[in-house]
């Protein structure tokens, strides 16, 4: 005798049903009521890589209830080979793409948490036949790389890299059409014009800061206030731009009198654009890898990346006996502090002094560059010229 299933049984059957896409975003609704949205956006979007391979593998997963620990393993070793995303394009065209640079463990395990709190809620609300246990067993967390020391460049090669940087800036043709007596004296002329488009500021800039590339890049005077020597770090309308840890923070100069000068000399060389370090038609500059690459070879560095002049200065400052607390070195740097703790412990023999340049090792050499590109002027009797709403 067939027996009537009862309406729970029935409701049962219509969830294992459902496609596992309209479970998570059963899933996202759930976890958002009660919630505010930045703490939701994090959740949906480390859940939208789930619903992206459950797209282009539906024969795994046909529907809720055919959910499987095989078709869960098989997720983790996607993401296990997945790579981080990078933004491209700017302004409203902006969007990301993944990138070259495989996903971090603790990133990796950040999706794991994603998609195993969905799953496990799933399993309680009768959507997949799989239990709580199940779903944890056939999903174990990656385990974690051990975090390798930061490359760092020691005061030597910081001096041989700003001697490269000064000799890049300042290296220019011997003669010019309007001197081409300059070719037969053997006396270069002095309108010659440079061989290379200047890096030095955004370099110079970038040491002293301890920034990320890109928010050197899109550093605007606007956000320069001098009164307290900050400069505020912003998302960027122009662009589209955004901060990478999407907080807003401040990046001292008072303890860098020479990044003061620098930025007043930058200032004062400004011609109308926003940007401390100026592109062309007031969008910001472009980083320029072969530039870079040429200076690191004449450094005799060899193969790194800019990346190293950030490590570098976190390392100086955490090893400096004057230097900022674990905590303000975490907000400088962007960071959490228990990342910065692991990170950046002492990795340089400190640098007596109590300003940045000292830190480093390097300032006697950065004022001989600075005076070579004539980046530090002296302002005595003139007034800061104030751009694009800077504080004065």
């Known amino acids: 005798m067939l027996l009537k299933k009862s309406a729970v049984d029935l409701e049962i059957d219509r969830r294992r049903q459902l496609s596992m896409l309209e479970v998570i975003d059963a899933y996202i609704e759930h976890y958002g009521k009660g919630r505010e949205e930045r703490l939701v956006?994090?959740?949906?979007?480390?859940?939208?890589?789930?619903?992206?391979?459950?797209i282009a593998n539906k024969?795994?997963?046909p529907s809720a209830g055919g959910l499987s620990p095989f078709a869960i393993n098989e997720y983790a070793k996607y993401l296990a080979g997945s790579t981080k995303l990078k933004w491209s394009g700017e302004g409203e065209k902006a969007h990301q793409v993944p990138s070259q640079r495989p996903l971090a463990g603790e990133s990796l395990n950040a999706f794991r948490r994603a998609a195993v709190a969905c799953l496990r809620w799933a399993s309680r609300e009768k959507y997949v036949t799989l239990s709580v246990h199940e779903v944890s067993e056939a999903f174990?967390?990656?385990?974690?790389?051990?975090?390798?020391?930061?490359?760092?460049?020691?005061?030597?090669?910081?001096?041989?890299?700003?001697?490269?940087?000064?000799?890049?800036?300042?290296?220019r043709f011997h003669g010019s059409r309007q001197d081409k007596n300059a070719y037969?004296?053997?006396?270069?002329?002095?309108?010659?014009?440079?061989?290379?488009?200047?890096?030095?500021?955004?370099?110079?800039?970038?040491?002293?800061t301890g920034v990320r590339l890109g928010e050197a890049?899109?550093?605007?005077?606007?956000?320069?206030?001098?009164?307290?020597?900050?400069?505020?770090?912003?998302?960027?309308?122009?662009?589209?731009?955004?901060?990478?840890?999407?907080?807003?923070?401040?990046?001292?100069?008072?303890?860098?009198?020479?990044l003061e000068k620098l930025l007043s000399a930058l200032q004062l060389k400004a011609n109308g654009s926003p940007y401390i370090i100026a592109g062309s038609e007031g969008q910001p500059r472009r980083f320029d890898r072969r530039s870079w690459d040429s200076l690191a070879n004449s450094a005799?560095?060899?193969?790194?990346?800019?990346?190293?002049?950030?490590?570098?200065?976190?390392?100086?400052?955490?090893?400096a006996k004057e230097g900022p607390s674990p905590y303000e070195l975490a907000y400088r740097m962007g960071h959490r502090v228990t990342v910065a703790e692991r990170y950046y412990v002492v990795h340089v023999s400190p640098c007596k002094g109590s300003t940045v340049e000292e830190w480093l090792g390097i300032k006697e050499e950065l004022e001989k560059c600075l005076t070579a590109l004539n980046l530090l002027p002296t302002l005595q009797g003139q007034e800061k010229v104030q751009v694009y709403g800077a504080a004065e």
Not at 157 to 170: G, M, P, Y
Not at 303 to 308: A, S, Y
Not at 310 to 315: I, K, L, M, P
């Open 217 to 258: 890049l899109h550093l605007r005077w606007e956000n320069v206030d001098w009164n307290r020597k900050i400069v505020r770090l912003k998302p960027d309308r122009n662009t589209g731009w955004k901060i990478k840890t999407k907080r807003e923070r401040t990046i001292p100069f008072a303890d860098s009198p020479l």
């Open 140 to 171: 174990p967390q990656f385990k974690l790389q051990e975090i390798k020391e930061p490359e760092c460049l020691s005061p030597d090669q910081l001096k041989r890299l700003i001697l490269a940087v000064e000799t890049h800036d300042t290296d």
């Open 59 to 61: 024969e795994l997963v």
């Open 41 to 54: 956006k994090p959740e949906r979007s480390r859940l939208r890589r789930f619903k992206e391979w459950l």
């Open 184 to 208: 037969y004296t053997g006396v270069q002329s002095p309108v010659a014009k440079k061989k290379h488009k200047e890096i030095g500021p955004l370099l110079l800039v970038y040491m002293l």
């Open 300 to 319: 005799g560095l060899g193969f790194v990346t800019p990346q190293i002049l950030r490590s570098t200065f976190a390392s100086a400052l955490a090893a």
